[in-house]
Structures are given as C-alpha cells and as structure tokens.
C-alpha cells in the first residue's frame, strides 16, 4: 500500500480548481429582496454567488450571514461608477475565475406626475435601472463570450411591457432595459449565451410597501386593504407574485431547457399583462 503526503500548497491549489469549477452568479442589487432571494437559491444550488449593492452597513453585515465567504464575495458601492463596475467583476474574476451567470436586479422606483418629476431623479433611475446594467454586461461579456457560455438575464418589471401613470421614469428605464435585452441576445444568437428579460407584476418589496403605506395613508384605510386596493387596480389574481418565484425562473432560464429562450420578456404578473 502507498501512501502520498499532500502538502498544504497542494490543499490550496486543488480547493482553488474545484472552486473554479462550479459555476458563479452576479447578482445585482443583491442585498435588496429579489436580488438576495435569486442570490440564495443559486447558492443553494451549489453557485458561487457575488453579492453587491448599494446599502447601509448594518445591512451587509446580515446579508454576509446567509453565505460562506469562500463562495461568496461583497461589495458595497455606487453600482453607476464604471470604475466600481469593472472593480467588482476584477475581483470576482480573480477570486472565481469565471462570471456565468450575470443577472441585473438593482432599481429603485418614484412615482409622480410628469409635470412634478424631479428630473435629478429621472436621471438617477436612468443611471441606476438602464445604466447600470448596460455597464455590467459590457464587462461580462466578454468572458462569457471567452468561456464559451453565459446567462444573462435582467429583471425588467411589467412596466417594461406597459405603463402606469405617475411612473413615467420607471416606465422609460424598464422598457429600454427591455430594449437592452433584445439587442444583447441578437448580438450573441450565435453564441452559447442568452439574454432574457424576466418582468414581474406586484412583488411584496420595500418598494411596492411604500405604495401600500400611500394608499392607506390617502384613503385613511388599513394596510391590508390597501394592499387589495392597490392588486386589484392592476393584478387579477389578487395575489403577490413571490420573490422565490422569480427565483426559480431566473434558475430555469439557465437549464440546459432553455438554450433556445433567449432575446425573451416573460411576464409574472397574475394576468396584469393580459388585461
């Protein structure tokens, strides 16, 4: 019988290559709820995950609980700066070798008439709901396109597909994220990469909360009324799309039973888009 002695830089080196060979997630907009829930379940499918966002301190620290921090890496910066675009994907490049998956989830929403839109904030849901994401597949990409494979998929909302009073700069941004969309996977159609679109109605975020709370608020109303009030003025079933939902969607579009789905915007919005 033969025994070998492996040394520790032998440890290093192979702990280095089977990390190598699993796959890894960009989310952005992943200390947000949709973002950490996609987040969460590739992880659970055994991704290496790269969590990034623009938060308060406290919440990073909670959000770093959830993972192990040798599959897992953290980034807390303005997602609008090139620089902090091209930092991220370095270092996930460095750490994990590969980026296959790249998902764009960071948005924020504010609604108001056109005519009172602050135009500093049009700008600023430009830069953070459209540009943002241009900026990190421009830098993805090309690895992608190296490796021979990639997913590319941006959450868009029902808003990509139609409009809603009083959203004129949501609206704007989510359809030309769409726009992006369609572009990114004619540009690739010959590539083992896609790029879809997933636009979901009525998900229960801080977001949609803000909504409700205004709804109770002007209609002096309880909040759980508020919430039937404000689903049934657009989403049919009267229920709230779930966060793991769009989860394992975003997981199927990149199964090898989706090869063929790419330049696509699937609605998840309990009929809104069917009205």
């Not at 019988?1 to 040394?7: A, G, K, T, Y």
């Not at 290496?48 to 308060?56: A, P, Y």
């Not at 830069?127 to 494979?149: G, S, Y």
């Not at 801080?206 to 709370?213: M, R, V, W, Y």
Request: glycine share 6%; charged share 25%; net charge positive.
């Amino acid at each position: 019988m033969q025994c070998f002695l492996v040394m520790p830089d032998m440890h290093l080196c192979i702990y280095k290559v089977l990390l190598g060979m699993k796959k890894t997630i960009l989310v952005t907009g992943s200390t947000g709820v949709i973002g950490l829930s996609i987040s969460q379940f590739f992880y659970k499918k055994g991704f290496n995950v790269i969590i990034n966002g623009k938060c308060k301190p406290s919440q990073l620290r909670d959000v770093k609980k959830k993972f192990n921090n040798k599959r897992a890496l953290f980034f807390n910066c303005d997602l609008t700066k090139t620089t902090n675009v091209r930092k991220i994907v370095k270092s996930s490049l460095s750490k994990f070798k590969k980026i296959d998956v790249l998902v764009n989830c960071a948005g924020i929403q504010f609604v108001e008439s056109i005519e009172k839109y602050p135009e500093k904030v049009w700008r600023k849901m430009m830069d953070i709901n459209l540009t943002t994401p241009f900026l990190f597949i421009k830098e993805v990409l090309p690895f992608m396109k190296k490796n021979k494979w990639g997913r590319i998929i941006n959450i868009a909302s029902t808003h990509g597909l139609i409009g809603s009073k009083k959203k004129s700069a949501y609206t704007a941004s989510k359809h030309g994220l769409v726009g992006l969309t369609k572009v990114v996977a004619l540009e690739t159609a010959e590539e083992n990469i896609t790029c879809n679109s997933i636009c979901p109605g009525f998900v229960l975020t801080e977001l949609i909360q803000d909504q409700i709370d205004t709804v109770s608020k002007n209609k002096n109303i309880k909040l759980k009324n508020a919430e039937i009030e404000l689903l049934r003025e657009k989403q049919p079933s009267l229920k709230f799309v779930k966060k793991e939902q769009i989860a394992q969607l975003a997981y199927f579009l990149c199964t090898s039973s989706a090869s063929e789905i790419t330049g696509s915007s699937i609605s998840i919005d309990g009929s809104w888009t069917a009205q």
